[in-house]
C-alpha cells in the first residue's frame, strides 16, 4: 500500500482545511483509514479513522465537532475536512492505512502510512 496526502498549508485560526490522502497497491475499500498528527516534541497521536465502506467513524475528542473524516471508494481517496482550526493543531498530519479494516485508534494497528503533510494554524 502507498499513501500520499497533500492538503495542507497555512492557515489562521478559525479557518479550514481540508486533506486528501490517495491510495494505491491493494483493493482500497479492504482497509480502514486514519489520520494522526504530530507537533514538534510531542508524540504522534490519533484524530480520526473511518472502516472501510466508510460506515463507521472515530475522532478524537479535541476533534470532534470540528473535524470530519470521510473517504470516496471509487477515488481510491480519504479525507480529512478541517474546520474551525486552532493553533493547537498545529502538527504534521499523517495517512495510515489499517489491514483489519479498522476503524481502529490504535496507532499499532496500522501498518501503512503516508509522507505526512504539514498543518500550520496562526493565532
Known amino acids: 500500500v502507498q499513501l500520499q496526502a497533500s492538503g495542507g498549508g497555512l492557515v489562521q485560526a478559525g479557518g479550514s482545511l481540508r486533506l486528501s490522502c490517495a491510495a494505491s497497491?491493494?483493493?482500497?475499500?479492504?482497509?480502514?483509514m486514519g489520520w494522526f498528527r504530530q507537533a514538534p516534541g510531542k508524540e504522534r497521536e490519533f484524530v480520526a479513522a473511518?472502516?472501510?465502506?466508510?460506515?463507521?467513524?472515530y475522532y478524537a475528542e479535541s476533534v470532534k465537532g470540528r473535524f470530519t473524516i470521510s473517504r470516496d471508494n471509487a477515488k481510491n481517496t480519504v479525507y480529512l475536512q478541517m474546520n474551525n482550526l486552532k493553533p493547537e493543531d498545529t502538527a504534521v498530519y499523517y495517512c495510515?492505512?489499517?489491514?483489519?479494516?479498522?476503524?481502529?485508534?490504535?496507532?499499532?494497528?496500522?501498518?501503512?502510512w503516508g509522507q505526512g503533510t504539514q498543518v500550520t494554524v496562526s493565532s
Open positions: 495510515a492505512a489499517d489491514l483489519s479494516g479498522g476503524p481502529s485508534r490504535r496507532i499499532y494497528e496500522y501498518g501503512y
Open positions: 473511518i472502516s472501510r465502506r466508510g460506515g463507521s467513524t
Open positions: 497497491g491493494r483493493t482500497f475499500s479492504s482497509y480502514g
